[in-house]
C-alpha cells in the first residue's frame, strides 16, 4: 500500500501546511511509500514549487519512494511546474512533449548549498540582468540577500541542500524569489541564544536589527539586512516561515505582521517579492556578504 498525499487547489506559503501534514508527521514521513496527487492542483507560486521540491528531496533522503499520480497539463498549476522542469527532474520525464521553460521563469533549482554561491554568480544573476536590460550594480542588494539566505543554510542547515525557484512578473514590474530548506530552523537557531521564545516570537526576533545567535561571530545582520534591502529600500514584501510561525512585512506598515500557523515547517522557506521598476541604479561597488 501507499500514502496519496493531495496538493491543494493552489499551491503557496499558506497552502503549504497541509500538504506537509499529509506526508509528515512529528518529523518522520509517516509512510515509506507517498504518492503525490496532484489531481487538484491549479494555480501555483514561486514558493510552492521550491515546497514541493524540498518535500520531495527530503522524503528522497529518508528512503520513501514518491510517485507522482493524476498530473494533467490541461491544468494551468500542473503545466507551470511542468515547464518549470519539475517532472523531468524527480521522474525521468515531462509530462508534455511541448513542455518547456518559459521566459518569465527560472527553472526550479535544488542547489548543495556549499557550491551555490559559486552557482548563483554564473547562472541566475547573469540571467535575471539580461532580462531585466539592467545594470549588475542594480542587483547587488538583491545578490547579497540571497547570498546570504545560503550562507543560513549553510551554516545551519542538516540537510545541505536549499531549493530556489524565480518568476518575472512584467507586466506589474515585479519579481518573486523563493528559498526554501529543510534544516534546523530559525526557531531552534534563535532560542540557542534567546530560551523560552515561542516559535513566531522567535522568527521575529531574528529580523531585529543587531540580533545574533552567533555572539560576536555574526556581525549584526542577517534577516533585518533582508528586511532593508527588500521592503525599506525597494518596497517589496517579505515572507518568513519556519516552524509554526510566519512573519511577513510589507512596503505600507514596515513592521512585522506575526502569524502562529495551523502547522508546522521543518526548515524555513523565505518568500521575497522585488519591484523590478525601483531596482537602484547607482551602485558602484557589490556588497560584501554578511554572516548570520
Excluded at 15 to 22: C, D, F, N, P, V
Excluded at 92 to 103: C, D, N, P, V
Excluded at 179 to 194: H, K, L, Q, Y
Excluded at 247 to 275: C, D, E, K, Q, W
Amino acid at each position: 500500500m501507499s500514502l496519496q498525499v493531495p496538493l491543494p487547489w493552489t499551491l503557496n506559503a499558506d497552502t503549504m501546511h497541509s500538504l506537509l501534514g499529509a506526508a509528515i508527521y512529528q518529523g518522520a514521513p509517516i509512510d515509506n511509500h507517498v504518492q503525490l496527487d496532484f489531481y487538484r492542483v491549479n494555480f501555483v507560486e514561486p514558493a510552492g514549487v521550491v515546497i514541493l521540491s524540498n518535500l520531495i528531496e527530503w522524503l528522497r533522503k529518508r528512503g520513501v519512494i514518491v510517485e507522482y499520480i493524476n498530473a494533467d497539463t490541461q491544468r494551468r498549476g500542473v503545466e507551470y511546474l511542468d515547464d518549470t522542469g519539475l517532472f523531468a527532474t524527480y521522474w525521468g520525464a515531462s509530462l508534455s512533449q511541448f513542455a518547456k521553460l518559459r521566459g518569465t521563469t527560472f527553472p526550479f533549482r535544488a542547489l548543495q548549498c556549499a557550491n551555490s554561491h559559486q552557482w548563483l554568480d554564473g547562472n541566475i544573476f547573469p540571467w535575471l540582468q539580461a532580462r531585466l536590460n539592467i545594470r549588475r550594480s542594480s542587483l547587488y542588494g538583491f545578490q547579497a540577500c540571497v547570498r546570504e539566505i545560503f550562507n543560513n543554510i549553510i551554516d545551519h542547515s542538516e540537510e545541505d541542500v536549499g531549493c530556489m525557484h524565480v518568476q518575472l512578473l512584467p507586466n506589474i514590474h515585479r519579481m518573486k524569489i523563493a528559498i526554501s530548506d529543510f534544516g534546523i530552523g530559525i526557531p531552534t537557531e534563535v532560542r540557542r541564544a534567546v530560551p523560552g521564545l515561542s516559535e513566531p516570537a522567535a522568527i521575529a526576533r531574528a529580523t531585529q536589527e543587531g540580533f545574533s545567535s552567533k555572539g560576536g561571530k555574526n556581525r549584526g545582520a542577517g534577516l533585518s539586512y533582508l528586511v532593508d534591502i527588500i521592503v525599506k529600500n525597494n518596497n517589496g514584501w517579505l515572507g518568513i516561515y519556519s516552524g509554526n510561525g510566519a512573519v511577513t512585512f510589507n512596503h505600507v506598515t514596515r513592521f512585522p505582521n506575526v502569524r502562529l500557523m495551523a502547522g508546522s515547517y521543518p526548515g524555513t522557506l523565505i518568500s521575497m517579492i522585488f519591484r523590478t521598476d525601483d531596482l537602484a541604479n547607482d551602485s558602484d561597488e557589490e556588497s560584501e556578504d554578511l554572516i548570520w
